[in-house]
């Protein structure tokens, strides 16, 4: 059995973060462990507080599970802070093994979740990532322009931007730091119950990179995971609920 690793944040609501990692990667039949970089208390309608957890203890995490199991990809999400940051390009630096950073510092809405300063630094982890997973605020906040079907500059990583509405369509686009382009497309889904999409999108695409499949092909299969996710979502909460991450005897 395939092991991924996750990075990140937890969600008390279990519609983001690790727990929806974990989901999501159970459901691809790949096992997950994780180094938490932070609790928070949130539930549908927002997030009512963060704790970010110490470094050393990240530390403490991250070297327990080195030293027992064997990873076959790394999922990077929240990332909170300076010394989090720095702690997981220090781990990452010396792994042969495919890397996926969600940057996760500006929501759908285009709410800021992370200081300029802190998301320069968060740069520095481009060198070993195998492919980055922004949504259109985030890509533009990065790259400094709007992404049409062609790069004004190299990217740094093999990017993926998520989402970008056309009429009736869902297109997200991969960008190779060659240049070139390719889309993939889901029809659009108008839905409140969003909450944890970009977290099981980059989750679904470790996984399926952890199984042995090229980036085009754990894309592809990520982003038809996440439209059946929405499509069957339980309707949970009073806000933006979460979507299906088990879609057993749900898919059409």
């Known amino acids: 059995m395939k092991t991924i690793l996750i990075i990140a944040g937890s969600d008390s609501g279990g519609g983001a ?4 990692d974990i989901k999501t990667a159970e459901y691809f039949k790949v096992f997950s462990t994780t180094a938490i970089t932070a609790v928070t208390a949130q539930n549908s309608l927002g997030v009512e507080a963060v704790f970010d957890l110490p470094t050393d203890f990240i530390q403490k995490q991250l070297d327990a599970i080195t030293k027992d199991f064997k990873i076959n990809a ?6 909170s802070n300076k010394d989090v940051i720095d702690l997981t390009y220090e781990f990452i630096k010396a792994l042969k093994i495919p890397i996926v950073l ?3 510092f500006i929501s759908k809405a285009g709410s800021t979740l992370m200081s300029d300063e802190n998301i320069a630094h968060l740069k520095k982890l481009f060198k070993f990532t195998t492919i980055l997973t922004p949504n259109l605020h985030e890509a533009k906040k990065l790259f400094g322009q709007d992404f049409n079907n062609e790069l004004k500059f190299q990217i740094p990583c093999d990017t ?3 989402n970008i509405k056309d009429n009736d369509l869902s297109i997200d686009k991969l960008y190779y730091k ?12 108008d839905s409140t119950n969003l909450h944890g999409t970009g977290c099981s999108f980059s989750t679904a695409i470790a996984a399926n ?3 042995g499949k090229n980036i085009e092909e754990a894309i592809s299969l990520a ?8 499509k069957f979502a339980p309707k949970l909460g009073n806000g933006k609920g979460p979507i299906r ?7 059409s």
Do not use: R, W
């Open 74 to 79: 790394v999922k990077i999400g929240m990332l």
């Open 223 to 230: 982003k038809n995971y996440v439209y059946s996710a929405i």
């Open 17 to 20: 973060g690790i727990q929806a």
């Open 160 to 162: 993926v931007i998520k």
């Open 102 to 104: 969600d940057p996760v």
């Open 209 to 211: 990179l952890a199984l």
């Open 245 to 251: 991450h088990n879609l057993n005897g749900f898919m």
């Open 178 to 189: 060659n240049g070139s382009m390719k889309e993939f497309k889901t029809k659009f889904i």
